[in-house]
């Protein structure tokens, strides 16, 4: 079956059968808009694990169903969309979703109704410091993704490096890992340009990045605003490496680059999706293979961050309810998901502690 139809199989499975859950975990996510292609691939990264594990008995008997809104990616959907999970479809806990700000707009509503969020796919600082109660990160932040890129960048002997951001709380947040990347390199940045989420001046962005004449973009953004900013800069006759970060880790961001794509820096959070030295690597690999899918950066992440959900529920089981949920996970030292280990505590929610690179080689695959 082809990667379409599956992703598509994937996200018309959750919403149909959410009804018929005995265990409904909600989730609210730019199905379509500008992120997308690389929402599809996590879910159905994380559908891969769900639908074993229900294959196999469920969960104490239970099976488990994510009950998907499409919120755009616009952050007054995502409230809605969040308020309907809670208050009328009952959900047990949030799951994986999309966007700093998107992340921030929720909050009041887990805190008032005491819903766990687990696994967001944000790296966002503000999730983490101080720590939430209701909100279990699965990856790293993107202020370590950042510093990660800048070292990187540093090694190669690079010293004019550009930094472009959304300006929004997830590109400031992003700016923050670069600018202490930078300043551990004793190198101040050659110019930093913000854009409009949801309507990009590319033009207002490329002219600081070209008089500076960067040999290198730090490129923190989602989804299209990336994609049709690199190819901007291109069209302007920049040749600076691109490092983007992992929210664009998918084979969707790839393709929407198309040509562009070749030699494109992409931070990851996890480990190669082809390691198979890594259980859990592994394991997702040879569940996709069933369904004649290739592997990606972003189903790792979902594929994980689906096992630290099932791992809570079966911690709060049998009858899981909302606070169990959220005093089981509290509970979590040390659980290791098959080659990385997840802790949590009452005073800590960070979860994993990993960053990697990749590049786009001319195949259109990740390469490390």
């Known amino acids: 079956m082809k990667l379409k139809a599956m992703l598509g199989a994937a996200v018309a499975l959750a919403v149909v059968t959410g009804a018929r859950a005995d265990i409904l975990v909600g989730q609210t996510v730019g199905v379509t808009g500008a992120v997308a292609a690389t929402v599809k691939e996590s879910m159905l990264g994380a559908q891969l694990y769900i639908d074993s594990v229900n294959?196999?008995?469920?969960?104490?008997?239970?099976?488990?169903?994510?009950?998907?809104?499409?919120?755009?990616?616009?952050?007054?959907?995502?409230?809605?969309?969040?308020?309907?999970?809670?208050?009328?479809?009952?959900?047990?806990?949030?799951?994986?979703?999309?966007?700093?700000?998107?992340?921030?707009?929720?909050?009041?509503?887990?805190?008032?109704?005491?819903?766990?969020?687990?696994?967001?796919?944000?790296?966002?600082?503000?999730?983490?410091?101080?720590?939430k109660r209701q909100i279990f990160n699965v990856r790293s932040s993107y202020q370590r993704e950042a510093e990660k890129a800048i070292e990187h960048l540093s090694t190669l002997g690079m010293t004019r490096i550009a930094v472009v951001h959304a300006d929004d709380s997830f590109g400031r947040d992003g700016l923050d890992?670069?600018?202490?990347?930078?300043?551990?390199?004793?190198?101040?940045?050659?110019?930093?340009?913000?854009?409009?989420?949801?309507?990009?001046?590319?033009?207002?962005?490329?002219?600081?990045?070209?008089?500076?004449?960067?040999?290198?973009?730090?490129?923190?953004?989602?989804?299209?605003?990336?994609?049709?900013?690199?190819?901007?800069?291109?069209?302007?006759?920049?040749?600076?490496?691109?490092?983007?970060?992992?929210?664009?880790?998918?084979?969707?961001?790839?393709?929407?680059?198309?040509?562009?794509?070749?030699?494109?820096?992409?931070?990851?959070?996890?480990?190669?999706?082809?390691?198979?030295?890594?259980?859990?690597?592994?394991?997702?690999m040879d569940l996709a293979k069933q369904q004649n899918v290739e592997l990606s950066p972003a189903m790792v992440e979902g594929y994980a961050s689906a096992k630290v959900l099932v791992e809570g529920l079966r911690r709060a089981s049998p009858n899981p309810t909302r606070a169990k949920l959220i005093g089981a996970l509290e509970k979590m030292d040390h659980y290791d998901i098959g080659g990385l280990t997840v802790s949590y505590s009452p005073t800590d929610h960070s979860?994993?502690?990993?960053?990697?690179?990749?590049?786009?080689?001319?195949?259109?695959?990740?390469?490390?």
């Open 55 to 131: 294959a196999h008995g469920g969960i104490k008997g239970e099976k488990l169903t994510i009950l998907t809104l499409d919120d755009g990616f616009d952050v007054k959907r995502t409230v809605a969309n969040t308020r309907t999970l809670i208050e009328d479809k009952g959900v047990i806990a949030l799951f994986m979703n999309r966007g700093t700000p998107h992340t921030e707009a929720m909050m009041p509503l887990l805190e008032k109704s005491d819903v766990a969020l687990i696994g967001p796919s944000t790296g966002a600082m503000v999730l983490r410091n101080p720590v």
């Open 177 to 284: 890992g670069a600018t202490k990347g930078l300043t551990r390199a004793k190198l101040k940045p050659a110019a930093v340009a913000a854009f409009d989420r949801i309507k990009p001046d590319y033009a207002k962005v490329v002219s600081p990045v070209m008089a500076a004449d960067a040999q290198a973009v730090v490129w923190i953004g989602s989804g299209t605003a990336v994609t049709d900013g690199i190819k901007a800069l291109r069209a302007a006759g920049s040749t600076a490496q691109v490092v983007t970060l992992s929210n664009n880790a998918s084979e969707g961001f790839v393709k929407a680059l198309g040509e562009q794509s070749r030699g494109v820096i992409v931070t990851q959070v996890f480990p190669y999706e082809r390691s198979i030295s890594y259980a859990f690597v592994k394991e997702a």
């Open 351 to 368: 979860g994993l502690d990993f960053a990697d690179l990749s590049i786009v080689g001319s195949d259109g695959k990740f390469k490390r």
